[in-house]
């Protein structure tokens, strides 16, 4: 038991102990999540303009950009990587390789246990493994951890780094309390727009506030790239937004119907 408190200890302690470059502490960790999860919502939304001619939101949460896909591939990444950074490209990018495969298998298996829909289905691509991941993605989450630990980590460490400290730990607090707010009325917001699918009509006040405040029309351009899935585990012939969800391009849209 020892051997597990001990490092905790050490986490709290050192939570915005930004001194030490070689230690990454929870307060460098937490703002390394909101960098990714922007920049990954952003790329999404890049990428789908550029694929399908048109831009569509890809966010994971209904208030702000934010892809909770990439903010846990880069902490991961961030994490399993920082010791790494000094050795060859082709290490790091099979390293990378491994961690954002299985990342991304677990977070969509997570997502259609706990909410019936899917954000990317890979079923059309070739060398992929229950349309949860495919060889050509993982290459790209190689590719993305070896820029990100070489070139974009540095930066942003340093960045951050820069922060004074008191009103740092002043802007942590604000955006800690706002994305946790976030999380839970997306996931909450998802949860019943699933019922409202299946005719349940609100149960609580607050299942009626989220009807008013996040309604079928909302939730379907917040998450226009999730998917359902049916009681047998197929995928809904088009996304939330009525596109062709066979076809092979399809992101992180939101932990979708929500995530």
Excluded at 25 to 44: P, Q, R, S
Excluded at 47 to 71: D, I, K, M, Q
Aim: charged content about 15%.
């Amino acid at each position: 038991m020892a051997n597990i408190s001990r490092p905790i200890r050490t986490f709290r302690s050192r939570f915005f102990d930004t001194d030490d470059p070689d230690y990454l502490c929870g307060y460098e960790i937490f703002f390394i999540w909101i960098v990714c999860a922007i920049l990954g919502a952003c790329l999404e939304m890049v990428y789908s303009a550029v694929t399908n001619g048109y831009v569509e939101n890809r966010s994971s949460l209904v208030y702000g950009p934010f892809g909770l896909a990439y903010s846990i591939g880069g902490v991961l990444m961030t994490i399993l990587l920082h010791n790494d950074r000094y050795k060859p490209n082709w290490k790091i990018f099979l390293k990378a390789f491994l961690i954002g495969s299985v990342a991304e298998y677990i977070m969509s298996l997570g997502m259609e246990l706990v909410f019936h829909h899917v954000a990317w289905d890979y079923s059309n691509m070739p060398l992929n493994i229950n349309g949860r991941i495919c060889l050509l993605y993982s290459c790209f989450w190689g590719l993305l951890g070896l820029a990100w630990t070489k070139l974009a980590c540095p930066f942003f460490h340093k960045l951050i780094c820069a922060i004074p400290k008191e009103p740092g730990k002043i802007i942590f607090w604000i955006v800690f309390v706002f994305f946790l707010y976030d999380c839970i009325i997306s996931a909450e917001a998802a949860l019943r727009f699933n019922a409202r699918q299946e005719g349940i009509p609100p149960q609580t006040r607050m299942e009626a506030v989220l009807d008013k405040q996040f309604p079928d029309w909302y939730l379907k351009k917040t998450f226009a790239n999730s998917m359902g899935i049916d009681d047998e585990g197929n995928i809904s012939d088009q996304t939330l937004s009525g596109q062709d969800s066979h076809n092979p391009i399809v992101g992180d849209g939101a932990s979708k119907a929500a995530a």
